[in-house]
């Protein structure tokens, strides 16, 4: 097998090990500054509590598989892993509304978890003061894990199988040669290595720098405290550091509890950030001790004060204890609250896995296990790929001010639409300014500020025809949401719209080896001519959805790609790189030009009224049919036409460079005037593609579905060569995909959701909803979700919203037919 160095001796890396271990692969190195029995990072003195449930779903699932592991990693009869259940409280009625939605999650999720009333909270936690608190949930298999005690048990086991453990030797430079890690250098010399995997923890932009990765996580003190004995505890727990009582989070005041015997234990989120600089902190000890490690800095006990004031409220029984003592410890955050899993998309062979909790220590590990002997991950790995993020996503700056936000918020109740307060501004389009002019409300994502909708557009409400009239909608659906978006959906359906869509990500693939490389990576037939427009999947090797691409073939060596982000881009850009090597006769290249362009969705009945008063080209199907592009002029602007539609009307996207962007808007508003043009934003564009069927990658498919599943089979080419993941999906077809992505409409016309709640049949779970809107031309709200293939079109099922069932039923692919009677982009 590869020769692997792993970096980092702590809960990851010597997961990591063991993952690969029990994969087969023998030729393993693990290096730690630190010394081995306790190696100094934040592994050396995590409390170790494991709150599973997560908005995310791979987060969750990382969790679920922790536990399982470290429940079975034991020695001398006693596992790693003390389940004595976690319980989150709710002391403000907001947060007793948000454990709901924690325990629809946790359901789509598949963790089992109780919504517990104040009387059964004081039950399963005696010491709650009954006062303060409203409500619970309650995790029966959240628990303790120990986590230095199973580095060690770790260590043990890859050992025997093994794995070369070094201590005490700090790693100080990644070797590389023609773009591929070769090894490692330690004091003691090379370390030679074809694979290098970083597990360095909050380390990790040090390690990052020595192979010229940017690592986007910030290092940050975080305060836990031990009390003294607390005289209600006396004799509850025969060992020092045991537990009975179920770990408990206090979110309202950014705090969590857990038993040390007859002591507690008291983490506290709730105090000011404090960035720490990982490379200021010096060597790790050759003995390394509780009070003398790298990870622990000194307690500044003026920023506990509060939370042992309020720690005192929720436990009086802490009235009876002080402080005994407390330390700030150091851990990672990152821009987005995820972690960093993956390999460098400029450096091949460089892995990370780092910005990884205790809690998610074996999944993540289990998942680049995956990655590096099969090439994927069970789990998708969306939120969490160290190639999500753009340039300017990784200057220190942004890094330093986003990961502050994710401490200050890490206990927040956080609406899934809930922008960053900043930086904002950071990437505008040449749009940008008359959106401002029509009193666009925007939202940010990547950096870039998008449009939802439009204020100047209040007045068409009054217009509104009583069948597009919105409904009232609940408190939290109804945040970062307008009544405008159905006005603006009204229109697009009915007259024409203009749909900003430069932040989507545009990619050229040029040169002589083009063709094949999107042939090869696409499921899309892109040979046929220039001027063809195709929409293809990228898959992975076992047939997974990596992302969904419209592929505009311009000339014959020339491409232009709409693709799903960052992620696409190293892709494609990494495959590219492999193909030129190989064959020079082929070579190609790859170029994000999103920055530098910009793109204008023109859509609805009268769009073609609209180009055509500014523009002598034939814009009609006869010329431009349906999935075909071409080099047009509009007022004088040079432009590229492509017949696509997201909404189900027809029209174009048109692209051209950055510079002419205000002009292209001007003179298309100025002359839509007569034909009731409007600008509409995100919130209509996405309810008006749901309702057309259209799936959103990331979304309503990732790389745990196939295309079958997803109902993108349309998109697989049939003859022809080879692409990747096709081997995969041999044998396999819409009849024997065992769920589907169906779409519901709510049976009560009003109720809404808003994407991950449980959907029920016959009172089963059998599935969630990925995305969900109010569908303005059908009258109801629907969503997408994917369902057990037993569940059938017409069947009832129930979806639960912040834990009330609302009845909904199961469609076809899309509530809405679009102008093209074929699934579009
Ligand atoms: P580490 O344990 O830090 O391991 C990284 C290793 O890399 C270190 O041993 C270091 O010596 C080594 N290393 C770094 N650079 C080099 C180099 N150049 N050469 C060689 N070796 C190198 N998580 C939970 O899930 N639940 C909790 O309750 C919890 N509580 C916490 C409480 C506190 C106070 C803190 C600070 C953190 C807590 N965490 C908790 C977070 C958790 O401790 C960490 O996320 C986790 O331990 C990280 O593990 P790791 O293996 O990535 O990092």
Known sequence: SSRVVIIGAGIVGANVADELTSRGWTDITVVDQGPL?????????????VFQSNASKALTLFARYTVEKLQSLGKDGESCFNQVGGLEVATTPERLQELKRKHGFATSWGVDTRLISAEECSNVYPLLNKELVLGGLHIPSDGLALAARAVQLLIERTSKAGVRYIGSTPVTGINQADGRVTGVTTPNGIIPAD??????????????????????????????????AVPAQAGRNALPNGANLPILRYQDQDIYYREHGDRFGIGYYGHRPIPVDAASLGPTPRHVTEDNMPSRLKFTPKDFEPAWKLSQELLPALQKSTVAEGFNGILSFTPDGGPLVGQSSTLDGFFVAEAVWVTHSAGVARALAEILTTGKSQVDLTGCDLSRFDPVQLTPAYVKETSQQDFVQVYDILHPFQPRDSPRDLRVGPFHERQRELGAFFLETGGWERAEWYETNKGLLSHLPAKWRPVERDAWSARYYSPIAAAEAWKTRTAAALYDLTPQRRIEVTGPGAAKLLLRLTTGDVSRPPGTVTYALLLDGSGGIRSDLVIARLGKDSFQVSANGAMDFAHLSREARIQ?????????????????????????????????????????????????????????????AMSVSYVGEPGWEIHTTAEYGRRLWDVLWRAGQSHGLIAAGRAAFYALRLESGIRLWGVDMTTEHDPYEAGLDFALRESGSFYFGREALRGRSAKTAARRLQCLTVD?????VLGKEPVFASGKSVGYITSAAFGYTVGKPIAFAYLAASVAEGDSVEIEYFGRRIRATVMRDSAYKPHSDRPLV
């Open 195 to 228: 694979i290098v995997i970083s597990c360095a923890g909050f380390w990790g932009v040090e390690v990052g720098a020595m192979a010229g990765v940017p690592i986007p996580l910030l290092p940050m003190a975080h305060q836990y405290v031990k009390t003294t």
């Open 748 to 752: 009560d016309g009003r109720s809404m």
């Open 580 to 640: 030129t090597t190989k064959s020079p006769a082929r070579s190609v290249q790859v170029r994000d030009t999103t920055g530098s362009t910009c793109c204008l969705g023109l859509w609805g009945p009268r769009a073609r009224n609209v180009v055509m008063a500014v523009s002598t080209d034939d814009f009609t199907g006869a010329s431009l049919p349906y999935m075909h592009a071409m080099k047009a002029t509009i007022a004088g602007i040079p432009v590229t």
């Open 37 to 49: 029995e306790l190696a100094g990072g934040s592994t050396s003195h995590a409390p170790g509590l």
